[in-house]
């Protein structure tokens, strides 16, 4: 028989596990239950807490629960929303169990998990994406998440509709959603209850929504709106239903659902094809689908790796469904002639008859056959897990002794094993990360006049953008850990505090050993006497000619010396150069531009290319792998650009080109004095109003920088700056300010497309023109800004900053108005995604009294706006708003 404290623990932690039992776990309940004192049970709850087993919610009554795992420090929470969403962001969730959700569904998952557990319950999600990409999958992992993580219970149903179905029959899906009762129809004999009230507390999963007529569709976000509905049959009874909604389509929502009903989903998230995904992942999905068969068959598979190399680059129409059929097709078939084996063995020879091989270029060069064990099947890709990467690091540092070598064995290191390092341009431009680390490289190489080295550079991305790569690190546990930490330590300096800026800047966590691979990284990314004055480029058409030729010659000469820039065959050259611009604005600071490519007319790319008049540039045609074996040996031996490129000539017969360009980029600046994330969405936002293949540059900028005069002369050695467009005016001498207070109010939007009218034709300045004040119309901006529903937001927050004037008998300017709505819309929206409790407020003693008093007026206007989104504004958010005020 175990003892009360026992007894409490047990009892609490069954409560943890659902989410409606927590109201439960107060001293009084359970001294009731188990008819014993009141204060012996608070000691023992007290206890656990103390010891970082129980969490404690300080409502009234204090209520306890188990935590996912025992913390250091004792856990307190201000409620029980903040305990739920704490405890949900703590555990492991399904959701993180899919494929790619460290990649390339990681935003999609963070934006899901953020609306899913919105209080009270949840916001509407759209998924969309082509055929067989995993939406109705994803939908029923998100079931299971809320489960998990008790945001709803353990019998809360997951209902799914196929509106497809109904798409002929809207009176049909009236009555099965919504019930009907007796005698409503002929057949209607009783009362019944409908998908929706099934579906209360759960989740409804409406699938295919495009396919619901105009009426349903109404009908249906009537109830979206206010939980209510009739039965069919009776208008006089409301029914309720309380389910969060799950919405998929394969097709164009803009196009097929009423906008009505659109603007009242606010989360849509966009599942990748299968083609869009990277190796990794895809070869984690077909080793998952062969694990599932393997089960199944209850044999070991071993699978060739030209079938794994083929299945990665073939084009499935009907995406991941469509390779799990091909898989479980081709374990068919090679079942039927291994009965009697104990191991199944499938190669392209049991691939079912549909797959086409026509499309299927790998084929040509198909390797010596080898089989792979399943479970074999991605570890390869293991070792260069930054886990492994810290290990050798660590024996180098032991074997080395620690002197002025260590840093140049690490780069030789890290140039032997990643020297097939492949990523290309646009993966690197999708994700956050990858966006931040440009903006960041390019702000060290313009403010610090430090050069970056690309194969660095392309490391870091590849082991940290967590779309990359698999980013599974365990804690390393190394017994001279700290030694080996000293000893690198001894050769950093202000490369620490640099990385530590980029981190604070994208949120990246990371413990100690990733910490410091990333400024070993980093160093020798920086490292001047090193660092890469000269960019050498292979450009050629072809799926992969230009990574092969420059892998193969980096792999001949045993140095990382040229990037890549694969080109469709039928790309133009007009598109070739924007490419290779796009390539070079990310590496401003070389000296020299050797580009290498396979098409014949020099002139057509060489006129377009922008580069920087202080710069050599050479353009080298006909590229081969001997000529780049020949230009990189050149490198190697340090032999100038100018030379390379004569040297060349008279070793081969072909045509070359020198010249020196003096064009520069045309370029809008955004900004934003409420910090470089919002002028980030602004930039967004305008880039999204231009045409795509528009040339001139919009990027984003820190407002105290650009207000600065030699910032601005430096970033006008390479650009020409239009114009700014921000919230307040930088006063840039000579550069016209538009302020997004006209955007918003649709002044001035003519005298932009004045300014572009050089660049565009008519038809597209009017189409630039509609897009701007389609997009800066103030709901648009907010929505484009928070996944909130951005007119509510809007409203409170508008309401607040009225009371805050009245408060204080101040005026504000339109403007500063409008600055502080997209701020504060910003934090909101921050503070609710950032899962964890606010700071506790703690009024520091040294603010001024006029501080003092604002911060009460601003709590004051606010309390509506932080009750309702359950968030508390912290102290130093509320003097920057405070400043900001000041300022203007
Ligand atoms: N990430 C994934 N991990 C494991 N299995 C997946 C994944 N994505 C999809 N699948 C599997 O692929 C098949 C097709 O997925 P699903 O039916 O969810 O696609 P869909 O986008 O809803 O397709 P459709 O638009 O045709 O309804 C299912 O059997 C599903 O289990």
């Not at 990794?280 to 089960?295: A, D, G, V």
């Not at 898989?327 to 199944?344: D, F, G, H, R, W």
């Amino acid at each position: 028989m175990s003892n009360l404290r026992d007894k409490v623990y047990i009892l609490i932690e069954k409560n943890t596990e659902n989410y409606e039992e927590w109201p439960q776990n107060n001293a009084k309940k359970i001294a009731e239950q188990f008819n014993c004192s009141r204060n012996l049970v608070s000691q023992y709850l007290n206890e656990y807490w103390e010891k970082g087993v129980f969490g404690k919610i300080v409502s009234r009554p204090v209520l306890f629960f188990k935590l996912p795992q025992v913390e250091i420090n004792a856990k307190t929470f201000k409620s029980l929303h903040a305990a739920r969403v704490w405890n949900a962001s703590h555990s492991v969730s399904p959701l993180d169990a899919i494929i790619g959700s460290e990649r390339s569904l990681y935003q999609i998952i963070s934006q899901i998990k953020a609306a899913i557990q919105y209080p009270p319950h949840g916001l509407p999600i759209l998924i969309t994406g082509e055929t067989g990409t995993g939406k109705s999958y994803l939908a029923q992992v998100i079931y299971k998440h809320l489960q998990k993580m008790k945001f709803i219970t353990k019998t809360a149903r997951f209902v799914s509709v196929n509106c497809s179905e109904y798409s002929n029959n809207p009176e049909l899906f009236l009555s099965n959603f919504f019930g009907y009762v007796k005698g409503a129809f002929t057949g209607a004999t009783q009362n019944n209850k409908g998908l929706a009230e099934i579906a209360d507390g759960g989740v409804l999963f409406l699938d295919e929504i495009h396919s619901l007529s105009k009426e349903c569709q109404e009908k249906l976000f009537q109830f979206m709106d206010t939980g209510t509905f009739h039965r069919l049959g009776d208008n006089e009874h409301w029914s309720k239903s309380n389910c969060r909604f799950v919405f998929a389509t394969s097709e164009n929502p803009e196009k097929k659902i009423l906008p009505t009903l659109l603007r009242r989903i606010p989360v849509k998230v966009f599942l990748p094809a299968f083609n869009k995904r990277s190796e990794q992942e895809k070869k984690e999905l077909i080793q998952f689908f062969l694990k599932n068969e393997q089960k199944k068959v209850g044999k070991e598979i071993y699978i060739t790796n030209n079938l794994v190399s083929f299945l990665i680059h073939y084009t499935f129409k009907g995406n991941v469904g469509d390779l799990k059929n091909v898989i479980q097709l081709s374990c068919a078939n090679a079942l039927i002639q291994q009965v009697e084996e104990n191991k199944l063995k499938i190669t392209l020879m049991e691939l079912p008859e549909k797959v086409g091989f026509e499309n299927y270029k790998e084929l040509k060069n198909t390797n010596n056959s080898r089989f792979i064990a399943v479970s074999n099947l991605t570890k390869n890709d293991q070792k260069n897990s930054i886990e492994h990467i810290i290990t050798d690091l660590y024996t180098i540092d032991i074997k080395k002794k620690p002197s002025e070598k260590l840093f140049d064995c690490y780069q030789k290191y890290f140039k032997k094993r990643f020297i097939n390092i492949s990523i290309s341009d646009s993966e690197t431009l999708n994700s956050f990360f990858g966006l931040k680390f440009q903006q960041f490289t390019r702000h060290i190489e313009d403010d610090y006049k430090i050069s970056v080295d690309t194969f660095f550079y392309k490391i870091i991305l590849y082991l940290f953008d967590k779309n990359n790569y698999h980013y599974d690190f365990k804690e390393v546990d190394f017994q001279k850990w700290s030694n080996f930490k000293n000893d690198v330590n001894k050769y950093l300096g202000y490369e620490v505090g640099l990385v530590r800026e980029f981190k604070n800047e994208v949120d990246l966590t990371s413990n100690e050993g990733e910490e410091l691979l990333f400024i070993i990284l980093f160093k020798l990314m920086v490292e001047e006497h090193k660092s890469q004055k000269r960019l050498s480029l292979i450009v050629a058409h072809g799926a992969n000619t230009a990574s092969s030729i420059a892998q193969t010659v980096n792999t001949m000469v045993g140095d990382y010396i040229f990037d890549a820039i694969d080109m469709p065959l039928d790309v133009t050259s007009k598109e070739i150069a924007l490419r290779v611009n796009n390539y070079l604005n990310k590496r401003k600071s070389f000296a020299d531009l050797l580009l290498l490519v396979d098409m014949g007319s020099l002139e057509k790319i060489s006129s377009q290319l922008e580069i920087s008049n202080n710069k050599n540039f050479a353009l080298i045609t006909n590229v081969s792998t001997g000529i780049a074996l020949d230009v990189a040996n050149q490198i190697k031996l340090k032999v100038d650009t100018a030379s390379i490129v004569q040297n060349v000539k008279k070793n081969q017969t072909i045509d070359v080109f020198f010249q020196k360009s003096v064009k520069k980029q045309d370029m809008i600046v955004c900004t934003c004095e409420s910090g470089l994330g919002t002028a980030t969405k602004l930039k967004q936002i305008m880039v999204k109003s231009f045409p795509k293949n528009s040339k001139i540059v919009i990027d984003s900028f820190d407002y105290y920088s650009i207000a600065k005069e030699n910032y601005i002369s430096e970033l006008r050695k390479n650009y020409n700056i239009l114009f700014i467009v921000g919230t307040l005016d930088p006063q840039v001498k000579g550069v016209t300010f538009f302020s997004i207070e006209d955007l918003i109010l649709g002044i001035n939007v003519k005298k932009i497309t004045n300014k572009l009218a050089v660049y565009f034709d008519q038809k597209q300045l009017e189409i630039i023109n509609n897009n701007i004040l389609k997009n800066f119309s103030l709901t648009n901006l907010t929505d484009q800004l928070t996944i909130l529903n951005p007119t509510k937001l809007l409203e409170q927050v508008t309401d607040a900053i009225y009371i805050l004037q009245t408060k204080l008998n101040l005026s504000l300017k339109n403007n500063t108005c409008f600055g502080l709505y997209i701020h504060i819309c910003c934090l909101i929206e921050r503070l609710v995604m950032q899962k964890g409790m606010a700071d506790e407020i703690n009024l520091s003693k040294t603010s001024s009294n006029k501080f003092k008093n604002f911060y009460k007026a601003f709590k004051n206007s606010f309390t509506v706006v932080e009750q309702y989104y359950s968030v508390e504004i912290p102290e130093i958010e509320v003097k920057y708003v405070y400043d900001y005020i000041k300022e203007a």
